[in-house]
T-cell receptor, first 114, second 114 residues
Framework: AQTVTQSQPEMSVQEAETVTLSCTYD???????LFWYKQPPSRQMILVIR??????QNATENRFSVNFQKAAKSFSLKISDSQLGDAAMYFC???????????FGQGTTLQVKP | GAVVSQHPSRVICKSGTSVKIECRSLDFQATTMFWYRQFPKQSLMLMATSNEGSKATYEQGVEKDKFLINHASLTLSTLTVTSAHPEDSSFYICSALPAEETQYFGPGTRLLVL
């Protein structure tokens, strides 16, 4: 069975600074996807970034980028130039290509200080 | 972008009654939808996978007679919580899966059973 672990329950960053959220996963599948979702206080899940496992190049979306280390089964999220609106709970998720199911990590609450 | 709606956003009911939650993909068709449950400050737990035209697949520990799922069309899945009890109070979130392996989430439904 697949598992996803986020070892940082809470993180804090100063506005305009950079922060990295950690995520590790375990799987025996060869084809899969990895995601970071953001859940603000409204509780709407918002896709931040997605990575296909077969791609070596790290995904980037504006201020958000990932460090995907497939051999180490690590998938961290870097947020650059942090903004107050980035404050939310962030979930790392593993997506199975076979079933389409998502397995979520425990989440990391990010606080952005002005 | 891909938009998923849920209705109602919030419902309060008496113990023993049944509650139906609708999940709609507004601008795309989804042969597969998912239902999650989320307790405060916790992660999303997958309850079941809903496939259009076939029976839902439930995760281990989820009572299929308690949580009835119907996927009547390519844009609509419903979750009915039957004979609801206070322990069923939670935040229920649906997601829809278009072709590109990225799940898009509804805004969630907060259920309170008195």
């Amino acid at each position: 069975a697949q598992t996803v672990t986020q070892s940082q329950p809470e993180m804090s960053v100063q506005e305009a600074e950079t922060v990295t959220l950690s995520c590790t996963y375990d799987t025996s599948e060869s084809d899969y996807y990895l995601f970071w979702y953001k859940q603000p206080p409204s509780r709407q899940m918002i896709l931040v970034i997605r990575q296909e496992a077969y791609k070596q190049q790290n995904a980037t979306e504006n201020r958000f980028s990932v460090n995907f280390q497939k051999a180490a089964k690590s998938f961290s999220l870097k947020i650059s130039d942090s903004q107050l609106g980035d404050a939310a709970m962030y979930f790392c998720a593993y997506g199975s290509s076979n079933t389409g199911k998502l397995i979520f990590g425990q989440g990391t609450t990010l606080q952005v200080k002005p | 972008g891909a938009v998923v709606s849920q209705h109602p956003s919030r419902v309060i009911c008496k113990s023993g009654t049944s509650v139906k939650i609708e999940c709609r993909s507004l601008d795309f068709q989804a042969t597969t939808m998912f239902w999650y449950r989320q307790f405060p400050k916790q992660s999303l737990m997958l309850m079941a996978t809903s496939n259009e035209g076939s029976k839902a697949t439930y995760e281990q520990g989820v009572e299929k007679d308690k949580f009835l799922i119907n996927h009547a069309s390519l844009t609509l899945s419903t979750l009915t919580v039957t004979s609801a009890h206070p322990e069923d109070s939670s935040f229920y979130i649906c997601s829809a899966l278009p072709a590109e392996e990225t799940q898009y989430f509804g805004p969630g439904t907060r259920l309170l059973v008195l």
